[in-house]
Structure formats: structure tokens, C-alpha cells
């Protein structure tokens, strides 16, 4: 489906009924990261998953930002007519969510954290980050795909699951040039979030994969213990994409907090 809003065109996916819950990916994904999470969440919750403005079936179109983005996301939940949504980002998703937070926080239900850091950019990442930009100007999102491919997968996916390889290469692969280099530019130019955990009040769950390079456990664990209140969970045998190398964990740990929202 496709949301029209000020300035751009959203696409996105909805399904089931219930709390909503709105799905936002990380980079350079689109919204099918969340495919096997609507499937499965459907029956319980009413799920929404979105391609970012630059990304999917979404406009390429500046400016990007977190705030921008974030603010995108609440030009989404107008359309739908959604007051209030379960938060859920995965990685770059992650701090959107923070800046979502920050700008739109009455909306906020819960939030899930998924791989992801509240912390800006040191100066190696963003080096790194300036390099992969000449790169994908020269050629294109495969240079990005080529270059990420190992950090967002575990070494357990890469060695045992090559269809999961294949298809998060594809992914990587087909996102726009110019959405790559924008998040790239964006990510680099994000605030620091840190301070802004003291400030969350609203049940979140934190999740990591075990061998997740890019968002180690350590980091999620500091992360965690700047949120009054929130779970934290260690995905086994899972990378930086733990919704897809373990789907089966992750759908169910969703599935237990929302359940537990319905109680507070
Ligand atoms: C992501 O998955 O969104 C990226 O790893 C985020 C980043 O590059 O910082």
C-alpha cells in the first residue's frame, strides 16, 4: 500500500488487528526485513511495516534524517489514524526510534530496540562511513551490499543458512543509491541518544543477537541499563539481523511483550 504524505510517497504494509505495532528497518534494508514477523504476529497485534523514505518502494527523495524520518513515520500513523503505536527499529530503525521518541513521544506505546546502539557515531565509524559513500558513488548499492554483508549476519547464519546470505545481499543490493548515500550522510550527522534514555517511561524490550559484530551485547547491555525497567534478551546463534536469523525467538519474545502490554 502506499501512503501519500506532504512532500513524498510512503509504501507499507499492514495486517491483523490489535495494538499497533509499526516496523522500521535499518540500513540499507526495506520493509520486508519484517516479513516473517507480520506473518506471524498478525493474529495478535495489528502490524505495520514501512519503507523509509530513500528505501523500497518509497520516494528517493532528501531530505534524510532521523528526525525527518521520524517525522515521516508520524505523517504514516496520521493516514492510519493510529494515535499511539508499539515501536519497533531495528539498528538504524533504533535511532529513529529515539528521535521518534524525542519529537513524538505522546505516540509512543512501548518500544522494541533491536540491534541497535543509543550512542553517535565515533570518528572510525564515521571514516568508515565516508569511504563506503566514494564507494557506493562509483558502484552503486552492490559495493554497500559487498561491503556489509558479513557484519549484518551472524557466523552462525553465514556458515549454516546461505539462503538467508543470499537474500539479505539481495536486499542490500537493490536499495537505492541515493537512499544508501543519504542514510549514510544521516547516520553520521545522528545526535547522541545516550541522554535521552533517561527519559523513556514506557515498557521496552531490548534485543541482541549473541553475535551480533556491528551492536554487541555489551553495547545493548549498556543501552538496557539507561532504560528504567527494560528486559533485555540475548538471541543465541543470531548476528545483527535477529529477526530474520531467528525469527522463531524473536516472534516469540514480541508476541510475550505484547502480551505483558495488555496488563500494565
Ligand atoms: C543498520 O543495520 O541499520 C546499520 O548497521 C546501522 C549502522 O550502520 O550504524
Redesign the pocket.
Known sequence: MIALLDDIELAYEETGSGEPVLFV?????DRSLWDTQLAALSGRARCISVDLRGFGESSVQPPYSMDQWADDLAGLLDRLRIEQVVFCG??????IAFSFWRRHRHRVRALILM???ADA?APE?AQR?KDLIAQVEERGSAAAADA?IT??LGKSTREKCPEIVDATHGMLEAAPAAGVIGA?RA?MARQDSVPTLGTIDVPTLVLVGDEDV??PPAVARSMAAGIKGSVLHVIARSG??SNVERPATVNHLVSEFLASLSLT
Not at 90 to 95: A, E, F, K, Q
Open positions: 528497518h535499518g540500513f540499507p534494508h531495528l539498528s538504524m530503525g533504533g535511532y540491534d541497535t546502539r557515531d565509524s562511513r556489509l557484519g549484518m549514510l547516520m556491528l551492536t545483527h539481523l
